[in-house]
């Protein structure tokens, strides 16, 4: 049975944006993005309601999510008050420039805010690439359980994202339908 899985996030430049899209193609999901004043889409909160499955995104900015991200969980208040989000599945993932970067921050702050809401979780059910053959490109070579963490180099353009991450990512998609498709 197919899932409604909504994809909120904030990208600032570009790369949550194409991780986002890559979740998406995985999930089968549809992206509803925080714009940079921190606000959704007209609908937004309409199509959030209506979600089975909601996974955060946002960039890890100074070891956590990007202000406009947090300015939208702080407005879910709303929704948390009427228990809107209770028992809907949820995800996340983070980018940042860094290998490690404190993304673990970030998606702690993310598992938090579903966890504040009554969301149930889903981690990235992978194993990770981490022997001595291992590249970055990869399936988790950040090793991440909890949600799914991707560095992109600083200086490197959207189209330079590490392909390994970008696979990671759509297997992440489609692990939080799977798991969405079970719930059901």
């Known amino acids: 049975m197919r899932k409604n899985i909504v994809i909120v996030y904030h990208s600032g430049y570009g790369h949550t944006h194409k991780i986002a ?8 999901g549809a992206l509803l993005p925080i714009d940079a004043d921190g606000n959704l889409p007209e609908n937004g909160w ?12 946002s960039p890890t900015y100074m070891g956590n ?3 406009q991200f947090k300015k939208f969980a702080d407005t879910s208040s709303k929704v948390w008050a009427a228990q809107g989000w209770k028992d809907k599945l949820g995800a996340a993932f983070t980018n940042s420039a860094s290998v490690a970067g404190d993304k673990q921050t970030t998606l702690t702050t993310l598992f938090t ?6 969301m149930l979780w889903a981690g990235t059910g992978m194993m990770p690439s981490n022997a001595k053959a291992s590249t970055r490109d990869d399936i988790n070579y950040l090793s991440s359980f ?19 991450d970008l696979r ?5 998609g489609k692990r939080v339908r799977a798991a969405a498709e079970r719930l059901a």
Do not use: C, K, N, Y
């Open 113 to 118: 805010l579903a966890q504040q809401h009554g």
């Open 21 to 28: 899209e890559a979740v998406a193609e995985g999930s089968g």
């Open 168 to 172: 990671t990512a759509v297997l992440f």
């Open 146 to 164: 909890a949600g799914l963490a991707t560095a992109t180099p600083s200086d490197a353009s959207v189209d330079e994202m590490v392909q390994g």
């Open 46 to 57: 309409d199509r959030l309601a209506h979600a089975d499955a909601i996974i955060f995104g």
């Open 65 to 67: 999510v990007s202000w």
